[in-house]
């Protein structure tokens, strides 16, 4: 018989012996002085790395050859699903993405220990130590409650099916991506429990944290943008964000992570905000493991559902109480010893980037009281509610335009003390270009405009133009090699920022859409588009049957696309899915969804006109491209030359 | 100004930009507060008259009536104790079908002088087995065992 799932369990086991070694014998070698502890942690780590992998291998291995013994894989596969999604399927659905979980915090693991040789020892035994504990947590977790491997006799001869939802590209690499980012998050997390431990938190210590948050908030940046565009073209609802508890759930940490970001910037340039930053590093990473257990706990669904296994929703709880707790404790009794090393002056970069940092901190708060009061409700049996998607738009809009105006602001001002008039000087042809371009982008590109659009794309642009001049600026001055990349980066992402707003500006103000009734041969316009119903036909996929509509698009009697829209029915379960038909270009998309046969072979269709709908991603993209470029930063890498270069952040 | 004066305003500016967004935070709150009714509560008047809200039950057997040449649909959804006329118009959802249970967003309104709920948005899950925890809970007995609506027993055998 194959025994492989129960090797995959044993790894699990070993896999947990190592944490509970890397968690406790390094930080009691710093405790005692002893450096020999606290070397253990580097091979700890690799060796968890190495069984984790070794059990993800054989998990993603029985689920190529079906082995429908192992109660997940026959939960979540079928002999008929392609190869594909059998290997994505690993991570499908609870305890597999449980286990995707832990293999990706072994491996940010294995990376601070591979990258931190300039590190002071104890730093890194710390460091290491803390995110052994988060792994215990975790698989002690799976193992107890939610174990991957666990077998059923006697074997099914068929699988269920994995969801039809997350059969498709998008979902392949959207929750590794969003996964990667929560749980880089443990990383600043961990130097920020390591900086209360030691009670050291200076300039280096701002430095070694900075590009392991930077890189968490790249994957996570990437992680919600795959999942908005997925959620575009699969669900048929032809909408990007829905405020749905699933996005909050990653919008939340992504929103305290930028936050983190920017103060750990000011930490490492001015020495302030130092408490500050560490109470954000555990604010990001506690969300992050919110997000991870609202997703995949069946939580949202309803509250009950923990009724249902209590043992998961206690486990949870109690995980959740003894993190955040326990790094809250620890904050209090230790973050009042870090000194702030000078003063906050308002007008100056620091003080923007305060500013940036009050307005992240609502915004986080806002959608927290607007995902979690339903839940709150229910579990205290005060009324079935939901939070309607108009509170998010009404609450965000007004707390994210001001942060655009400070991005201008910030770029345009020097740490310490900054001053009006240079600001004037540097930020005025900004300013003309950008209301320049703001009125007259929207009439050549659309054809029309308004004030409120005329004045959000002034913020936009002035964005981009101030990223923009910065660079200049400082390029100009002294050239472009001399400047960090850092601060190309952060000009790359302001830029990102603007893209963003653009896009959001334009698709939410000018999108049109329409659910029309159309027989075969019937035509109906949108927006001088034309669209024209040729009928359907049905087609065999490899495990589903579709219905796929043929609707031609032309402008001004000029064919431009036929679009093919789908309603499939996968085999194995019967559930229904619906792949819009998208004409995707930059500045529009036209997108066609099928809806429901009516009589005398008509169609329900729902059509939209989407105008600048890809800068939406676009901008995300730009975002996560400039986090990429600050990793590269020179000083991260030499994190021992402190008092280098200045002015660039 | 002394620079005790200025971070006297600082703060003094700071408090009310806060005290401002959670002004707001708030009044979008309540104003979006989506409560969930059964049709027999809606009956019984428990419903808001004035405020939208999401109601849930199962799509009556016979009662779905399409309008010929537009998107105009109507359904009575139904729980055990009573039944509410549904119209909408658009695309209903994929798993939109008669015995299914699912929820509607809108608010109360008058149809040809008849009490009827007007739907906004019409939600099914994507899942044939699943129903929405709000509508399986519409679905019990006050003892809390399940029930079926009295139409519903006759038309499903």
């Known amino acids: 018989m194959n025994m492989l799932p129960e090797l995959g369990h044993f790894a699990l086991c070993i896999a947990l012996s190592l944490a509970i070694i890397q968690a406790s014998i390094p930080v009691a070698g710093v405790l005692t002085n002893r450096p020999l502890w606290m070397r253990a942690a580097r091979p700890a780590a690799i060796g968890q790395f190495g069984f984790l992998l070794l059990a993800f291998l054989i998990l993603t291995y029985s689920f190529i050859v079906s082995d429908f013994s192992v109660s997940y894989v026959a939960h979540n596969s079928n002999t008929s699903l392609p190869l594909q999604y059998r290997i994505s399927a690993v991570w499908g659905a609870h305890e597999g993405s449980l286990l995707l979980w832990v293999l990706m915090l072994a491996g940010w693991t294995l990376a601070v220990a591979v990258f931190s040789k300039a590190l002071p020892r104890d730093m890194t035994a710390t460091v290491l130590s803390v995110m052994g504990m988060v792994s215990i947590g975790f698989l002690l977790f799976m193992l107890l409650t939610s174990n991957p491997f666990d077998r059923q006799f006697p074997a099914p001869a068929e699988g269920r099916d994995l969801n039809p939802l997350l059969q498709d590209f998008g979902l392949v690499i959207h929750p590794p991506m969003l996964y990667m980012g929560y749980v880089g998050f443990s990383v600043a997390f961990a130097f920020a429990i390591a900086a209360l431990i030691s009670g050291r938190l200076d300039t280096a210590w701002a430095r070694w944290t900075r590009p392991w948050t930077t890189s968490a908030w790249m994957f996570l940046t990437l992680g919600i943008m795959l999942g908005s565009w997925w959620a575009y073209h699969e669900l048929g609802w032809g909408g990007w964000w829905f405020w749905d508890p699933v996005e909050n759930a990653s919008f939340m940490p992504w929103l305290v992570g930028t936050a983190l970001i920017h103060s750990l910037a000011v930490t490492e340039k001015r020495g302030i905000f130092k408490s500050w930053t560490v109470l954000l590093a555990i604010t990001a990473f506690s969300l992050s493991l919110l997000g991870t257990f609202l997703v995949r706990s069946g939580v949202l669904v309803s509250v009950h559902a923990f009724a249902t296994d209590p043992a998961r929703g206690v486990f949870i709880l109690a995980f959740f109480a003894v993190v955040v707790g326990g790094s809250l404790v620890l904050y209090a009794w230790r973050a009042p010893r870090f000194k702030a090393e000078g003063k906050a002056g308002f007008f100056s970069r620091e003080g923007f980037l305060l500013l940036n940092n009050i307005f992240l901190v609502v915004a986080a708060t806002a959608v927290f009281v607007g995902t979690l009061y339903p839940l709150l409700a229910d579990a205290l049996a005060l009324g079935k509610l939901s939070v309607g998607a108009p509170y998010f738009n009404t609450v965000f809009v007004p707390l994210t335009l001001p942060l655009v105006l400070l991005v201008i602001g910030a770029a345009s001002l020097n740490w310490k003390r900054g001053n009006a008039t240079t600001m004037w000087q540097r930020l005025r042809w900004v300013a003309v270009l950008a209301v320049l371009t703001a009125i007259v982008f929207p009439f050549i590109l659309i054809g029309q405009s308004s004030l409120i659009v005329a004045a959000a794309l002034m913020l936009a642009f002035g964005a981009i133009y101030s990223a923009m001049e910065e660079i200049y600026r400082r390029g100009s001055r002294r050239g472009y090699r001399k400047i960090p990349l850092a601060s190309w980066g952060m000009s790359m992402a302001h830029i990102g920022l603007g893209v963003f707003v653009i896009g959001v500006t334009l698709v939410s103000t000018y999108s049109a859409e329409s659910d029309v009734r159309l027989a075969p041969g019937d035509s109906t316009e949108l927006s001088g588009f034309s669209f024209r119903f040729d009928g359907i036909s049905h087609e065999a996929g490899p495990n589903y049957d579709s219905t796929v509509g043929k609707v031609t698009l032309s402008h001004e009697n000029k064919v431009l696309a036929v679009l093919r829209p789908e309603k499939r029915i996968y085999r194995a379960m019967g559930n229904s899915m619906t792949e819009a038909g998208v004409l995707p270009r930059l500045h529009r998309d036209l997108y066609v969804s099928l809806g429901e046969p009516l009589s005398n072979g008509a169609w329900s269709l729902r059509l939209y006109y989407r105008p600048f709908m890809r800068f939406v991603w676009l901008g995300a993209i730009f975002m996560a491209l400039g986090g990429l470029i600050a990793i590269f930063d020179k000083r991260y890498r030499h994190p021992k030359l402190i008092h280098a270069q200045t002015g660039s952040v | ?157």
């Open chain 2, 1 to 157: 100004m002394t620079p005790r004066r200025r971070r006297m305003l600082l703060i003094a500016f700071l408090l009310l930009g806060l005290s401002a967004a959670t002004a707001l935070v708030l009044k979008a709150f309540e104003q979006n507060l989506l409560y969930f009714y059964s049709p027999s509560q809606v009956a019984a008047g428990e419903a808001p008259t004035d405020q939208r809200f999401r109601l849930g039950g199962l799509v009556e057997f016979g009662s779905v009536k399409r309008t010929d040449g537009n998107l105009d649909v109507q359904f009575t959804l139904a729980d055990c104790e009573g039944s509410m006329p549904v119209i909408f118009s658009g695309i209903l959802p994929d798993l939109f079908r008669e015995g299914q249970g699912i929820v509607a967003y809108g608010r109360l309104g008058t149809v040809a002088t008849e009490k009827a709920f007007i739907a906004d948005e019409v939600l099914a899950k994507h899942d044939e087995t699943y129903m929405s925890p709000e509508v399986a809970d519409a679905m019990k007995n006050a003892d809390g065992t399940k029930c079926m609506p009295p139409g519903m027993l006759q038309s499903a055998s």
